[in-house]
Structure formats: structure tokens, C-alpha cells
């Protein structure tokens, strides 16, 4: 009987020890809740965090943690934790920021608490729910000690020279999908017009990349001569001392959009708009531009001048004009996966 | 009771999340969206589709080259790694089986791409001897994907075949030498036979192992290496097409399910006629 009571003690002593410090430890957690952005990994989280977080955290008092990978993998996670995110806010693709408000996975930006929204391109403004910090250019490069004569067109691509030396990508198709269309008299809407040009490109490509990294690896190691790449993963090698150059060619490069969007659900809901505020403010969006060498959202942007001559950096409007050409999102999204399954069959095999 | 109740709730939940992929791949795509529409045999009805068929018989053929180098240069290692007398040997060899497995697999799939890549080892070695004067195609192939996935499942194959041999009572051998058999007729007869157990087992979790291997042919394919788990990713993590995956899911699912149950009846044929 001494026993059992000495035993029913030490149950009720170390019961509430464990309460009283897990209530202090929780009400610790929940204070120091961090602000959660989900983005891609390395050079993209860098930029990111030096051109935005760092202001944010200042302004804010928030701490910022990173949820990191893959555009789809993100996606896959969102869903799986849809009404509780594990984000505050995501950075994705325009076509795939579609995917997300059909699952009721983001909230509506409320554009008049963004001070910075007035100055910003009215191509950012794509949806309720989605605004694009940035561009992206996918364009070529190409490696200039392994080619010799300059390309300056997307024709280039099909010249006998480049057998067995290009890179394309994998996981989205449709940036070389339209470029054969508009090569043959089509758009993004009538891409059947392109398909014998493309698969007429199958003997120069060697490889097919299923990340950005892989493109970067394939075209540091020698493995292509030729990538069709995004301007930011260009730069990045040519940052790292190889011989890439990036083309802009004469048929304009093919834009598209990354989108930066609210979690449904986030308990920061004004700390997330302050934060795309910061992002679309002059000050970080010259670092944005500085880091990934794409075109700025916001003309004020305060990029230097040899920045602005280089490649790519759209500041003007007759760049955007005459350089640029914007996939349409929506057809994007509604034919990614006729173009991926019809790629895989007709050109990857 | 209680002791196997974690077991039952981990095996339940798993059941739970196959059943929500099977009822997802009778269900319509909605392009555009993460929606899904109504009943539809259609997922299964596009699987039987050249492209698909084509990705599962990649599989097998990578599977089958796989399993068979791995069991023609594995078991020698295993013969030496239990039998021979000096335990230096043995040593070294066992360290050197394990030690890839603390490496991971995209390391050595990237360790692959260096050595077999157009500017890599083995090109500028054939390059500097004279042997060729333009660097090979290695990587970007199925030969390439085969290669990387030897050295990844080899360390498995070694360690069941060494599991195998292990077990075999050595008196079995000494009888047959008693009885005038040269070593050759020795293995043949009675080491062979029954080491076969260990082999198959072997051989059956290779081949399991390389059916689910994705990181490999993504990184040393490069596109043009086209296998089940690729396929699977491509529809749910690239288009967005959860139902279509789901499909192939429960297809490769039941391919897998096919294989190992004839890897089970051969082994049960062959233990039977050892018995005999």
C-alpha cells in the first residue's frame, strides 16, 4: 500500500513537471513561430534571402526559415497539408500557381496593402491570387569553346554542327514546343504546326535534363555544347567562370512568369503581404535582378548600368516588345501534359 | 496483443493510403487543375500504350543485365569473402562491400557521371592512350544506367550470396573430396547447389532494388533511360496527372507483385528438389 502510494506520488509529481515545462516550452514555440517561405533550393534561397528575408526580418522581427525543393514536390506537400500549412508564403510557376488555386491552396493578395503594387508591370498582376516578383527568360547558351561560330537564332539549333550537343528540358517541354511552333507559322495555341520541326531536332539532342541543377552539371562537365536553359541558371555559370554565353536570339526569347503566392491558411497573413511588398520593392528587386540576371517586375528597380546591358535584363518597353514572348499560362497549364506525354513518345525515345 | 498493435496501425495505414491510389486511378483528369473527375476506366486503358509498355520493358531488360553481372561478379566475392584463409583478405573485402553503402546513391550516381561522363576518367584515359581520338558516348544510355546500378547493388548481392554460402555445411564438401571429386566437381555439385538459396534470394532483392531504382537512371539516363519510376514521377510530380499515376502506381505495383511471386515459386521448386 506504501508503495502504490509513493508510486501514485512520483506519477503526479513528474506528470506535472512534464506539463510545466511542456507549457513553457510550447508558449516558447509559439511565440518564436517562424515566418516560412517556400522556394527552391540554393542560388534561388540565396538571393531570395539576401534581397528580401533580411529587410523582412528587420521590419518585422521575424525570423524566416526556408521550406525547400522542387516546384512539383512543393506542390505534392501543400496538398498534403492543405487548411494547415507548413508555409507562409510559396514561390512557384505561373502554370503551376494555377494548380494551387484549384485546390483552394492560396489566398486572394489583397493588392491594396502593397505600397510598392502602383509602379509595378501590369504582367505581374496575372491572377487574384498570384504575383510574379520576376521574369524568366529560357533561352540559349552555349559554350564558346566548343562552338566556334556565334548563334544568334533559334534555327541554330537545328544546324547539322550541333549533332549530339544539346540539352533540353525534361520535366516542361513547352518553351521548345512553342519555339517550333512560331518557327512554323504557330503559337503556344497551335503548336501541331511545329511538331515535324521538332522532331526533326531529335538527333542534335544528347541529353534531356530533369532539374535546373542537372543543366548546370551538363553544361559545367562539357556533356552539351548548347542548353536550353533559364537566364538565372545561365548566369550562374557564367558567374562561375564558364565559357557561356547567353543568346538572346532574333525570333525573341520565350518568357515566363514564377509567381509568388499566400498559403491559405497561414496565421501570418499580414506579415505575408509585407513580405511581397519588400519583393516588389525597387531596392530588392535590383537585387533580384542582380542575383539572377532576369528582367525586373518593377521598372524603379535601381540596377546599375552594366547590369542593365546585359542580355536579358528587359528594363524598357520596347525590350519587352521586341525581345519577349509570353506564353500564354492557362494554355500552358491545360496542354502540359498532352506536350509532356507527346514529347516523351515522339522526341525523348 | 498490445505489443503488435504499432505493427497493425503502420500496416493498416499503409493499406489505407493503397486503397486512396487505387480508387484515385479510376478517376478523370481534369487538365489544368489538381481536381479529379468522375469514374473512368480510361487510365488504364491509355497504360496499354506503347510508350508505357516500352518504359515497363526497360525496366525488366536494366533488372535482368543487372541482376546477372551483380550474380557473375558477386559471387566470387562472396566465395572469398567466407571461405578464404586469410582474414586480412576477408576483412578488406567485407569493408569494401559495406563502404559504398555510407556513401549514398546520388553520390555514386554522381561519381558515375564523372568517371563515365564525355570529359570523365575513363574518356580521357582511352584518349590519352590513343585507343580513340573523340570522347565515347557512355552516359545518357541504358549501358550507362547499367553499369552505375552493378556498383550500387553489388554490395547487396555479396551480402545475401555471403548469407548463403555461410549456412552450407562444410563436411557436405569434404565427403565429395573423400570420394575422389576435384574442386571443380565439388562447387558444381554440392557448393553450387546449395549456395542456390542465398542466390536467388539474392537475386530477387536485386532485382526488386533496381525495379524501384529512380535517382540512377534520372541522373546517368538523362532522358533517354525511360523506367517505371520515372514514368510515375513524370505523370504525378510533372503534369500534375494524379490519376493517370495512380494508375501506373498500381500497375507497376502489380508487376512487382507478379515478379516476386515467381522468384518465391522458383525458390520453393528449387528447395524442394534439394530435399529430394
Known amino acids: 500500500m506504501r ?84 508555409a507562409d508564403v510559396s514561390f512557384t510557376t505561373s502554370h503551376v500557381a494555377r494548380l494551387y488555386a484549384s485546390e483552394e491552396l492560396i489566398e486572394t493578395i489583397d493588392v491594396k496593402k502593397l505600397s510598392n503594387a ?66 512554323s507559322g504557330g503559337n503556344e495555341f497551335d503548336w501541331e504546326k511545329g511538331w515535324e520541326k521538332l522532331k526533326a531536332l531529335k538527333g542534335n539532342v544528347v541529353a534531356f535534363y530533369a532539374t535546373g541543377i542537372q543543366s548546370i552539371e551538363m553544361m559545367r562537365r562539357g556533356e552539351a555544347a548548347v542548353g536550353l536553359m533559364n537566364s538565372p541558371n545561365i548566369f550562374r555559370l557564367q ?78 518597353p520596347e525590350d519587352w516588345a521586341g525581345k519577349a514572348y509570353i506564353i500564354d499560362d492557362e494554355q500552358r497549364a491545360k496542354m502540359l501534359d498532352v506536350w509532356r506525354e507527346k514529347f516523351r513518345r515522339d522526341i525523348m525515345r | 496483443m498490445c505489443l503488435l498493435l504499432p505493427s497493425i496501425i503502420l500496416v493498416a ?31 488504364y486503358e491509355r497504360i496499354v500504350d506503347r510508350l508505357y509498355l516500352g518504359a515497363v520493358w526497360e525496366t525488366l531488360v536494366i533488372c535482368f543485365w543487372v541482376t546477372a553481372i551483380a550474380l557473375v561478379l558477386g559471387y566470387p566475392l562472396a566465395y572469398v569473402l567466407i571461405r578464404h584463409p586469410s582474414p586480412l583478405l576477408r576483412s578488406t573485402i567485407l569493408i569494401l562491400t559495406v563502404l559504398p553503402f555510407f556513401l549514398g546513391i546520388i553520390v555514386r550516381s554522381y561519381a558515375w557521371m564523372l568517371v563515365l561522363g564525355s570529359r570523365g576518367f575513363l574518356n580521357q584515359v582511352l584518349t590519352s592512350w590513343g585507343v580513340i581520338e573523340e570522347p565515347l558516348q557512355f552516359i545518357f544510355r541504358r549501358s550507362g544506367v547499367i553499369l552505375a546500378l552493378i556498383q550500387i547493388s553489388l554490395p547487396i548481392m555479396v ?49 526488386g532494388w533496381t525495379l524501384s531504382a529512380f535517382a540512377t537512371p534520372i541522373m546517368i539516363g538523362g532522358g533517354k533511360v525511360y523506367v517505371m519510376t520515372v514514368m510515375v514521377y513524370d505523370q504525378i510530380l510533372g503534369s500534375g496527372n494524379y ?22 515459386k522458383v525458390i520453393k521448386r528449387i528447395q524442394g528438389r534439394m530435399r529430394q
Open chain 1, 239 to 316: 558567374k562561375e567562370g564558364e565559357p557561356v554565353k547567353l543568346v538572346i536570339p532574333k525570333e525573341k526569347a520565350i518568357v515566363t512568369t514564377d509567381a509568388v503566392t499566400i498559403m491559405k491558411g497561414t496565421k501570418k497573413l499580414e506579415a505575408a503581404h509585407q513580405f511581397i511588398d519588400i519583393l516588389l520593392s525597387p531596392e530588392a528587386q535590383a537585387e533580384i535582378v542582380m542575383g539572377f540576371n532576369v528582367p525586373p517586375m518593377n521598372p524603379k528597380a535601381a540596377i546599375p548600368k552594366e547590369v542593365m546591358e546585359r542580355p536579358g535584363i528587359f528594363t524598357k
Open chain 2, 159 to 207: 551480402i545475401m550470396i555471403a548469407a548463403g554460402l555461410s549456412h552450407i555445411d562444410r563436411s557436405y564438401e569434404r565427403t565429395a573430396e573423400t570420394l575422389g571429386a576435384n574442386p571443380l566437381k565439388v562447387f558444381r555439385h554440392v557448393t553450387w547447389p546449395l549456395s542456390l538459396p542465398g542466390v536467388i534470394s539474392g537475386c530477387i532483392v536485386v532485382f
Open chain 2, 13 to 43: 495505414l499503409f493499406f489505407w493510403g493503397l486503397l486512396l491510389l487505387f480508387q484515385y486511378s479510376f478517376r478523370s483528369y481534369i487538365p489544368g487543375s489538381l481536381e479529379v473527375g468522375g469514374f473512368t476506366f480510361a487510365n
Open chain 1, 3 to 86: 508503495v502504490r502510494g509513493s508510486f501514485r506520488k512520483g506519477v503526479l509529481i513528474l506528470g506535472s513537471l512534464t506539463v510545466f515545462l511542456l507549457g513553457g516550452s510550447l508558449s516558447q514555440v509559439v511565440e518564436a513561430q517562424p515566418f516560412v517561405v517556400s522556394i527552391w533550393g540554393g542560388h534561388w534561397k540565396e538571393v531570395i534571402d539576401k534581397a528580401v528575408c533580411v529587410p523582412f526580418t528587420q521590419k518585422t522581427g521575424l525570423k524566416v526559415e526556408f521550406d525547400v525543393g522542387e516546384t512539383t514536390d512543393r506542390l505534392a506537400r501543400a496538398r498534403a497539408t492543405k487548411g494547415n500549412p507548413q
Open chain 2, 243 to 264: 490519376p493517370f499515376g495512380a494508375a501506373l502506381g498500381v500497375f507497376v505495383l502489380i508487376v512487382d507483385l507478379v515478379l516476386l511471386g515467381i522468384g518465391q
Open chain 1, 118 to 183: 502602383k509602379d509595378v508591370l501590369k504582367i505581374a498582376f496575372k491572377s487574384p491570387t498570384t504575383i510574379a516578383p520576376y521574369a524568366t527568360i529560357y533561352t540559349m547558351a552555349y559554350r564558346t569553346d566548343m562552338i566556334k561560330r556565334p548563334i544568334t537564332s533559334w534555327e541554330d539549333l537545328w544546324s547539322p554542327e550541333l549533332k549530339g550537343k544539346i540539352i533540353l528540358p525534361a520535366f516542361d517541354p513547352s518553351h521548345i514546343i512553342v519555339v517550333s511552333a512560331l518557327l
